[in-house]
Each structure stands twice: as C-alpha cells, then as structure tokens.
C-alpha cells in the first residue's frame, strides 16, 4: 500500500481516490501520526496544505522515519518541506500561482516524468515558492514562472513536485502518479472490486463465525452494500431491519422492501410512523428535529434488535471518507449541522461493530456494489438525509404537510428521471415552507403553500452548485406541481450554492 500523510489540503482525499483509480491500496493518516513503516508500505505522498512551510508552528514531519527507506513523494507543501528542512529556501511567491500552468522543461528520462509531455498542463495552487534548493537535489521540470516545478534528491527515491497531479486540470496528471505509485515503489495493482469482495467475504467469515448480526437499511447505497456483503458471509444470520419513519419518499417504504427481499436478505420492515409523529409534535427547531428523529429511531431499532435471539454484532455502512482522520491544521471545525445516522446506537446496545466498508471511497463502494450485481437504480440513487423529509419540511411537521410534500417530491424526482436529468443531478429534492402565499385559480383567490425546489451538483456534498435545469422542465413541473397537488399554488427554484447557503434548508 501507499501511505499518504495529510497536512490539511483540501486535494488529500484527492490523491487517495486517483491512487486507488490505478487499483493500488492506499491509506489517509495525519503527519503527526506517522504509521511505523512495515513491508507493506511501498511508498509516501507528503500532500498540500494550507499552511505556509515559513509560519511558526507549521505542521512537519520527521523525514528519516522514511526517507531512504521507501520512495517518497512531496506534493506541493510536501515538497516545500523537504525542501526547506533539507537545506534549501521557501519564500512567498511574487506573482499568483493558482490555476493552469503549463511545463517549460521536463526531464524525460526521469522515472517519474516518464511519458509526461511538454507543454503539459500542470494545476498549481501555491503562495510560497521553492527558491533555492540543496546541491543535491536535481531539477527535472520547470513552468515559465516556477523554477522549480520538480525535483529529485540524488541518488534517492525521493521526488517533490509544486503542482497538483491528483487535480484533473494537471491533464496528465495520474500518468505521473502511475509513474510514482506503480513503477517506482513497485506497489502491486491488486485493488480491484472483484478482490476486495472476496478477501472481504473471507474476513467477514472468519470474524463473525456463527454469531448474530443486525443491521439497520435505509435504502441508500452505503447499507445496502455492506448488507449483501454481510449476508454473502453469514446467509440468515444477518437480520437487516427497515425502519418506516414517516419520513421517507413516497412509496419507498415498499419499493425498498420488495427490492431488499428480491436480493435475498432477510429482512423486517417496521412500520414506526406515528412514534415518529408523536415525538415530533410541535418541535420547529431543526436540530431538535434532528434529536427526537434520531433517537425514536435508536428506541425503535433497540426494541426490534431485542427481539433477535443472541445478536452480538451491529453492522454499518460507514465508509472510508467518515473515518479518515483529518491532519490538526484548521483548528476544530464547527459544527454545522449534526448529521444522525444510527450514531449512539453501539453504546446502548452494547454490541460489537462491523464494518465492511469502512475502507472504501463512495466511487468504490458503487463500483463494488456493480460487480455484486446490485440493482442500479439502487446504486444510482440520491443521497436522502437520515431524517428524511423532516428536516424538508420546514417548521413542525404531521402526516398531512408528509403527503404534500411527498406527492411534490415524487413528480420533481419523477420527472428528473423521466426527462433523462436525475443521473446528471447530485441530489435533487422539494421544501415545503412554513409560509402561504395569495394565488388565484380559476376566479378563485386562494391563500395556500409554497414549495421549493432544490437540484445540486456536487462531488462529496461538501460544497454544491446549484443546477441549471432547463426552463423547459422547470416550467412543466412547477405546472404538475400546482395542478395536482391540493394545497400548494406557488413553486420556487433554489438557486443558492454552497457555501453560503447548505444543501438541506434546515
Ligand atoms: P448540507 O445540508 O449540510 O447537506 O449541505 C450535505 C449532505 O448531507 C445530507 N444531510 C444529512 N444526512 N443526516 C444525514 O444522514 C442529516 O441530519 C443530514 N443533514 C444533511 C444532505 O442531504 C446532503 O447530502
């Protein structure tokens, strides 16, 4: 595997998913929590970060815990670093070096600018720059204004680079990561969906042995996987349960239902709506929302797990991005939203956790999931948020403003689907707001809701844009909206991105 230590940039996860794109393992650990190095670390990436190598307290590493003894690879603040504690100068930049920029010298026969063009495009985003380096470093690639662009330690496996390969913009980019990853550290390109399914059923086997394991579905692509997985293992011991919360997509409790019983899990759906209505009742706020959401489901999940002879493992979908522990760089971050999931249940339950995903990007874990032969509808889906519509309907909520929102919801994502849109759309969703507005229908005054419509694009959910849709399509549906759903007469398009605006109203 390939060890990739975070200094805080934005692009760290960048470089994992580009690493593992060449089917080579790689793992994302903080520069101050060095893993010892064993036989199966075939190399280091040193990322970006956002701090400045010359600020006081920067984050750095000790070189020698693996310099000489793996190939090593600096990426921009990566390379200011060895730079720098190696004897040469960083210094802030003149001129902006943020955006394209393309290569003005290449040294060809070095391994790891092997096939990478001149005139290659290069994605730079930098503020200091890499004055002077040590008589021992050899300069392999250059822009028209950053000198060094590249370098290598002589006589040493150890590489630095100024711009940004794991960026898309940098267009050749993964040949030179490929270089670095495959041919220089000589890591095995055995990373494939095909194999990390089988050692996964294998580890799977042996851990859970004969043991009962429960597992809570939503629907979503993450449990859903982890779920076949799991059942591949174990067959019935695996009791998967799908919990109606009143909240969900019209008609999904069904369809999913049906579809989790047509894989041949063995599944309990369990209708808990008016628990969730009744605690619920007369809350606005939508943290408190989220609360009495996540912990009905909790009671809900804890009741129906008791009834399940013996059980003494939870499993999760949770995924590789959740667990990554990020480099200390930015300071604690706030908290924005509390995102529940099944959160709090392994301490109340005392049960042990197992999961199967746990070291794979969203990319892989759907890529698995194809090659289980997963419905692709499933795994094309929408993120939906845990509390579901709940925290779509802003204000308080009840069954009635549910099954407005729901018929809404249902012709917006209906017609996504229908005009071709809902694959080109990161998630897409309906409001409803806590406000009337005056209309007139036929010679009618009417005083009645608004709603609104919301359709990002985004990578990771972590910022979004909102998506043009057609005019065409918007005024279709804003027309089937207000035609045949009884109580809304005006719709509205969310055109706010994120930041500022989040891609949940609440
Ligand atoms: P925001 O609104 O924070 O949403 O921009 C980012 C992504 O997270 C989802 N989301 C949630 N998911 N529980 C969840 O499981 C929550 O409480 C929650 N709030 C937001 C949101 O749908 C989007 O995909």
Redesign the pocket.
């Known amino acids: 595997q390939i060890l990739i230590l975070d200094f805080g940039s934005q692009y760290t996860q960048l470089i994992a998913r580009r690493v593992r794109e060449l089917n080579v393992y790689c793992e994302i650990h903080p520069f101050n929590k060095v893993p010892a190095l064993t036989p199966d670390i075939k190399g280091v990436i040193l990322s970006g970060s956002p701090c400045s190598v010359r600020q006081e307290n920067a984050p750095t590493v000790d070189l020698s815990l693996f310099r000489g003894k793996v190939p090593v690879l600096g990426v921009c603040y990566g390379a200011q670093l060895m730079a720098q504690q190696l004897g040469g100068s960083v210094t802030p930049s003149k001129i902006r070096e943020y955006g394209r920029a393309k290569l003005s010298t290449v040294d060809h026969h070095n391994d790891l600018l092997k096939e990478i063009s001149l005139d290659s495009q290069v994605w730079m985003s930098h503020g200091d720059t890499i004055e002077a380096v040590p008589d021992n470093f050899e300069l392999i690639a250059s822009t028209s204004s950053v000198r060094v662009a590249a370098f290598q330690i002589k006589n040493e496996k150890t590489f630095g680079i100024q711009f940004h390969p794991e960026v898309t913009h940098s267009t050749e980019g993964k040949n030179l990561l490929r270089n670095f990853v495959v041919h220089i550290c000589n890591s095995a390109q055995d990373w494939t969906p095909d194999q990390f399914i089988e050692t996964t059923i294998t580890d799977l086997k042996q851990k859970l042995g004969n043991d009962q394991v429960v597992m809570a579905l939503s629907g979503g692509v993450d449990s859903t996987v982890a779920a076949i997985l799991v059942h591949k293992a174990i067959g019935k011991n695996l009791h998967c349960i799908f919990v109606d919360n009143g909240l969900l997509r019209k008609d999904e409790f069904t369809q999913v239902l049906e579809s989790y019983k047509g894989m041949g899990l063995n599944i309990k759906g369990v209708d808990a709506k008016d628990k969730f209505y009744t605690a619920l009742n007369g809350l606005t706020e939508p943290e408190s929302k989220?609360k009495a959401?996540?912990k009905t489901f909790i009671d809900v999940f804890d009741e129906e797990s008791h009834q399940i002879k013996d059980v003494k493992w939870l499993g999760q979908g949770t995924i590789y991005p959740d667990v990554i522990e990020s480099a200390p760089v930015m300071g604690p971050s706030q908290t924005?939203?509390?995102?529940?999931?099944v959160g709090g249940l392994p301490e109340k339950m005392k049960l042990k956790i197992v999961e199967p995903l746990n070291t794979l990007f969203k990319d892989e874990v759907r890529l698995v999931g194809k090659t289980l032969g997963i419905d692709p509808t499933i795994l094309g889906r929408?993120?939906?948020?845990?509390?579901g519509l709940g925290?779509r309907i802003l204000g308080d909520i009840n069954a009635e403003k549910v099954s407005v929102l729901q018929e809404v919801d249902a012709i917006f994502i209906g017609g996504l689907r229908k005009h071709g849109l809902y694959d080109k759309v990161?998630?897409a969703?309906a409001m409803l707001l806590p406000i009337q507005s005056v209309g007139v229908m036929g010679d009618e005054r009417t005083y009645e809701r608004v709603v609104a419509l919301r359709a990002v694009s985004?990578i990771d959910?972590?910022t979004?844009d909102w998506v043009h849709l057609p005019y065409e399509f918007l005024a279709e549906i804003s027309n089937e909206i207000i035609n045949k759903v009884k109580g809304v007469n005006r719709v509205v398009y969310d055109i706010s991105s994120?930041p500022p605006?989040?891609?949940?109203?609440?």
Do not use: D, L, V
Request: aromatic share 10%; proline share 10%.
């Open positions: 989220r959401i996540g924005i939203k509390s995102h529940h999931n929408h993120p939906f948020p845990g509390p925290i990161w998630q969703g985004s959910g972590m979004a994120k605006a989040t891609i949940e109203w609440e």
